[in-house]
């Protein structure tokens, strides 16, 4: 898995040398199908294949947001 800081890395170096590309997204693993992002990235917490928003709390421990962990891009 690829992390944040990485991904800022490439992501400023293909801003510099593209700065009015358009953003696309794949719908899948296999690249059938592109569409436009429209969203900016959030920062939440992945637990198994749910995403939480930042600052979510959950019932156990009462009252305490969720450590960020994931940062979703679309």
């Known amino acids: 898995m690829m992390?944040?800081?990485d991904y800022a890395i490439l992501i400023n170096s293909?801003?510099?040398k593209y700065p009015r590309a358009d953003v696309v997204y794949s719908i899948d693993d296999?690249?059938?199908?592109?569409k436009p992002v429209y969203f900016t990235p959030s920062a939440g917490t992945m637990v198994?294949?749910?995403?939480?928003?930042?600052?979510?709390?959950?019932d156990k421990?009462?009252?305490?947001?969720?450590?960020?962990?994931t940062v979703c891009i679309n």
């Open 3 to 5: 992390k944040l800081w």
């Open 14 to 16: 293909l801003a510099k």
């Open 30 to 34: 296999e690249g059938n199908e592109f």
């Open 48 to 58: 198994e294949s749910d995403f939480y928003h930042e600052g979510t709390k959950l």
């Open 61 to 69: 421990p009462v009252g305490k947001p969720l450590p960020v962990n």
